[in-house]
Nanobody, 126 residues
Framework: VQLQASGGGLVQAGDSLRLSCVVPGRTFSTYAMGWFRQALGKEREFVATISRSGLKTVYQDSVKGRFTISRDNAKNTVYLQMNNLKPEDTAVYYC????????????????????WGQGTQVTVSS
């Protein structure tokens, strides 16, 4: 399944952005979802994940308290609300999904994820 990410842009430090990712089809509620990012010249890294139910969320330490992952199963969409953005948040952000049987399952490991979006650029100027 090809995911559709959007919402990136160029902002100043301290600003906010909300990324969205749509999962086509009727099976979104069976997917645990994650956001990853890759800065220029660096490896892709985990940012946040959310369980199928939406009750479990996990964040990378550097974004805790600033980023919030959420999902709307009725709209087949996962969001990443990013507040108080910093220049070090500059990267291409990718959404990813994996179908899990366990409703509270999630993963911080990108190798687990089966479906990926095309990436959306977030640039934060100082």
């Amino acid at each position: 399944v090809q995911l559709q990410a959007s919402g990136g842009g160029l902002v100043q430090a301290g600003d906010s952005l909300r990324l969205s990712c749509v999962v086509p089809g009727r099976t979104f509620s069976t997917y645990a979802m994650g956001w990853f990012r890759q800065a220029l010249g660096k490896e892709r890294e985990f940012v946040a994940t959310i369980s199928r139910s939406g009750l479990k969320t996990v964040y990378q330490d550097s974004v805790k308290g600033r980023f919030t992952i959420s999902r709307d199963n009725a709209k087949n969409t996962v969001y990443l609300q990013m507040n108080n953005l910093k220049p070090e948040d500059t990267a291409v952000y990718y959404c990813a999904g994996v179908q899990l049987h366990y409703s509270e399952g999630y993963s911080t490991n990108e190798r687990v994820y089966e479906s990926w979006g095309q990436g959306t650029q977030v640039t934060v100027s100082s």
